[in-house]
């Protein structure tokens, strides 16, 4: 297959299936999915017109993806006004959906993007940002996990653990990007919390409750971004982080540490302070500890960088920084960061502005370039 071919016939499709009527970042991701199937097909079976062939396939996958959406919203309309109706709880398959996606036959991170794209109605784009990997790779993925299952019988129901993942990549996206699924993936944890007594899935009840507490307090009225040491905590939903500890306690008491469970309990050491000056950032780093050796996540070797910095001043958060690789998604904005606590304005002012370009979406971006403007008026 001819890879300039392909780069240059790409806009042409995208703009005519925007065109037709499809919004731009559903016209992208139906294109990303028809080239996927453009590097499955082409190499054995040529087409005579490539632009007609790619134009034919990306509005049949852009068809089925909008046949999906309506139908997933008709299901949760219907479920809204039956509940309104009746008050009498009603059968909700969504859950049931998840845990069939995380097929036996596929791979626990194919299993996870499937549903997310298949059930969560995350974009590929969303999805590959939840990953840290490129959006083509992503897309690649979700076409192979799409091939492996057709023609597969669901009668084998996926695990526990990779439905955990899909709801937590499910709350994650619906918390701090576009799609507002938040509260469903809460609705679908506490019907899993109900029906299977784990202390993981516990864990991740309690650790979205406490997150979800502090969603009001995280924008200003003109969307802006509020770091947690400057949240209104008045603003902070007190039932909310009231149950997820007491449900948090519950879990640790049962001695089956898992990443859920300690994430949480993070997040409870947050919540437990009333002002930012007085959170306990020395168990913090404890609980970081802990989530390190059961997860081996360089994500979590960044945050720990962060706690680090916080109970033992910012050279150690920096000692603890430079042993990371550089490249990590947000791994400049924490530097920044740090580097302004060890009073060097000049370097954080640079990190703030490289951080910035990097920045996974435009709030976080005028965030970090706010935080960059304001250092070099300090500089003078």
Same mark, same amino acid.
């Given at each position: 297959?001819?890879?300039?071919?392909?780069?240059?016939?790409?806009?042409?499709?995208?703009?005519?299936?925007?065109?037709?009527?499809a919004?731009?970042a559903?016209?992208?991701?139906a294109?990303? /999915?028809? $080239?996927?199937?453009?590097v499955?097909?082409?190499p054995a079976d040529?087409?005579?017109?490539p632009?007609?062939w790619?134009?034919?396939?990306a509005?049949r996958?852009?068809l089925?993806?909008?046949?999906?959406?309506?139908?997933?919203?008709?299901?949760?309309?219907?479920?809204?006004?039956?509940?309104?109706? /009746?008050?009498?709880p009603?059968?909700?398959?969504?859950?049931q959906l998840?845990?069939?996606?995380a097929?036996?036959?596929? %791979?626990? %991170?194919?299993?996870?993007a499937?549903?997310?794209?298949?059930?969560?109605g995350?974009?590929?784009?969303?999805?590959?940002?939840?990953?840290?990997?490129?959006?083509?790779t992503?897309a690649?993925?979700?076409s =192979?996990a799409?091939?492996?299952?057709?023609?597969?019988?669901?009668?084998q129901?996926?695990d526990v653990a990779?439905?955990l993942?899909?709801?937590?990549?499910?709350f994650?996206?619906?918390?701090s990007?576009?799609? /507002? $699924?938040?509260?469903e993936?809460?609705? #679908?944890?506490?019907?899993?919390?109900?029906?299977v007594?784990?202390?993981e899935?516990?864990? #991740? #009840?309690?650790?979205?409750?406490?997150?979800h507490a502090?969603?009001?307090?995280r924008t200003?009225?003109?969307g802006s971004?509020?770091?947690?040491?400057?949240?209104?905590?008045?603003?902070?939903?007190?039932e909310?982080i009231?149950?997820?500890?007491v449900?948090?306690?519950?879990?640790?008491?049962r001695?089956?540490?898992?990443?859920?469970q300690a994430?949480?309990?993070?997040?409870?050491l947050?919540?437990d302070?009333?002002?930012a000056?007085?959170?306990?950032w020395?168990?913090?780093v404890?609980w970081?500890?802990e989530?390190?050796?059961?997860?081996? %996540?360089?994500?979590?070797r #960044?945050n720990?960088a962060?706690?680090?910095?916080?109970?033992?001043?910012p050279h150690?958060g920096?000692?603890a920084?430079?042993?990371l690789?550089?490249?990590?998604?947000?791994?400049?904005?924490?530097?920044?960061?740090?580097?302004e =606590?060890?009073? /060097?304005?000049?370097?954080?002012a640079?990190?703030y502005?490289?951080?910035?370009l990097?920045?996974?979406?435009?709030?976080e971006?005028?965030h970090?370039?706010?935080?960059?403007?304001?250092l070099?008026?300090?500089?003078g």
């Amino acid at each position: 297959m001819d890879d300039v071919l392909i780069r240059s016939l790409t806009p042409h499709v995208l703009g005519i299936l925007v065109r037709r009527g499809a919004d731009f970042a559903a016209a992208e991701d139906a294109v990303q /999915d028809a $080239l996927v199937e453009a590097v499955r097909v082409w190499p054995a079976d040529p087409p005579r017109d490539p632009k007609g062939w790619l134009v034919m396939v990306a509005w049949r996958k852009f068809l089925d993806a909008t046949r999906s959406d309506v139908a997933r919203r008709r299901r949760e309309g219907l479920l809204d006004e039956e509940r309104a109706a /009746d008050p009498t709880p009603a059968v909700d398959d969504t859950l049931q959906l998840y845990f069939l996606c995380a097929h036996s036959s596929l %791979s626990p %991170s194919s299993a996870v993007a499937l549903t997310l794209r298949a059930v969560g109605g995350l974009t590929t784009r969303q999805i590959a940002q939840a990953y840290l990997v490129p959006e083509a790779t992503m897309a690649q993925r979700i076409s =192979r996990a799409k091939r492996t299952v057709s023609g597969v019988r669901f009668d084998q129901p996926g695990d526990v653990a990779t439905v955990l993942r899909v709801l937590y990549l499910v709350f994650n996206e619906g918390y701090s990007g576009d799609v /507002d $699924l938040a509260a469903e993936a809460i609705r #679908l944890t506490r019907q899993l919390a109900a029906a299977v007594d784990h202390p993981e899935v516990a864990g #991740l #009840l309690a650790l979205m409750l406490l997150h979800h507490a502090r969603r009001a307090a995280r924008t200003a009225p003109d969307g802006s971004l509020v770091p947690l040491a400057e949240q209104d905590r008045g603003r902070w939903d007190t039932e909310s982080i009231a149950e997820g500890v007491v449900i948090l306690q519950r879990a640790l008491a049962r001695d089956r540490l898992g990443e859920f469970q300690a994430q949480a309990a993070i997040a409870a050491l947050h919540a437990d302070a009333l002002t930012a000056e007085e959170t306990d950032w020395v168990q913090i780093v404890e609980w970081y500890d802990e989530l390190e050796r059961l997860t081996d %996540s360089p994500v979590v070797r #960044l945050n720990r960088a962060v706690a680090v910095g916080e109970a033992d001043g910012p050279h150690a958060g920096l000692a603890a920084l430079a042993a990371l690789d550089d490249s990590l998604p947000r791994h400049a904005a924490v530097a920044a960061y740090l580097h302004e =606590r060890d009073g /060097d304005v000049a370097t954080a002012a640079r990190l703030y502005a490289e951080a910035a370009l990097k920045a996974p979406n435009l709030a976080e971006r005028e965030h970090l370039t706010r935080q960059a403007a304001r250092l070099n008026v300090r500089r003078g």
